[in-house]
């Protein structure tokens, strides 16, 4: 599985960004995903996540209500919607896929075996 992020950008504090992951792989319907970002100086923390059935989402509480996570599995890739932008938004942005059907979409980084090589978005205040 490959993964393949995009979207990143500078935008002003309020602005929207729509970030994509491009997933390699015929069974990318059956995974989990999830996006994760790594602040300067700081360790990668979750985002968001998506059950491979749509069935169940889950946010951080820093982005719940602003973000939303989607996936359109006929194109292979999982969006993140980001809006209502802040400073503190500020990080690279990394995909990841669940290939192994965990049954669950997780919080953790190990529930994710395969990952994407990021996206820059920087929120200027």
């Known amino acids: 599985v490959q993964l393949q992020a995009s979207g990143g950008g500078l935008v002003q504090a309020g602005g929207s960004l729509r970030l994509s992951c491009a997933a390699s792989g015929r069974t990318f319907s059956r995974y989990s995903m999830a996006w994760f970002r790594q602040a300067p100086g700081k360790e990668r923390e979750f985002v968001a996540s998506?059950?491979?059935?749509?069935?169940?989402?889950n946010y951080a509480d820093s982005v719940k209500g602003r973000f939303t996570i989607s996936r359109d599995n006929a194109k292979n890739t999982v969006y993140l919607q980001m809006n209502s932008l802040k400073s503190e938004d500020t990080a690279v942005y990394y995909c990841a896929a669940d290939s192994r059907g965990l049954g669950y979409s997780g919080r953790l980084e190990f529930d994710y075996d395969y990952w994407g090589q990021g996206t820059q978005v920087t929120v200027s205040s």
């Open positions: 998506l059950y491979w059935s749509g069935a169940s989402t």
